[in-house]
């Protein structure tokens, strides 16, 4: 698995960007605005597929990047997983379903 640890000073957060090595497929966490590019050129060096983006909650502190993120590599969109999850009882085995 490919981990990546990402921070954005000004808004102080994190950003997680994770990968199946053997088939490059990704998922983006919690992405900012203002580090889309950031992210983006990290995706295409590492050349992954981005397959989601996601944010885990609300962000009052930053603009989040999923629109434009799921727009540049047609990823899927999913916003408050934990939540949506358990309204529809999913287990929570996202990433084995997409990977």
């Given at each position: 698995?490919?981990?990546r640890q990402l921070f954005?000073?000004?808004?102080?957060?994190?950003?997680?960007l994770l990968a199946d090595e053997a088939t490059r497929k990704?998922?983006?966490i919690d992405p900012v605005f203002e580090q889309i590019d950031r992210?983006?050129?990290l995706i295409r060096e590492l050349e992954l597929e981005?397959?989601?983006?996601l944010d885990t909650h609300v962000h009052a502190d930053h603009i989040t990047?999923?629109?434009l993120l799921g727009q540049r590599f047609k990823a899927r969109i999913l916003t408050q997983p934990l939540v949506?999850?358990?309204q529809h009882a999913v287990?929570?085995?996202l990433l084995e379903h997409h990977f």
């Open positions: 698995m490919l981990f954005d000073q000004e808004s102080s957060t994190y950003t997680y990704a998922i983006i992210d983006s050129t981005l397959v989601w983006a990047a999923l629109g949506i999850l358990r287990h929570l085995r």
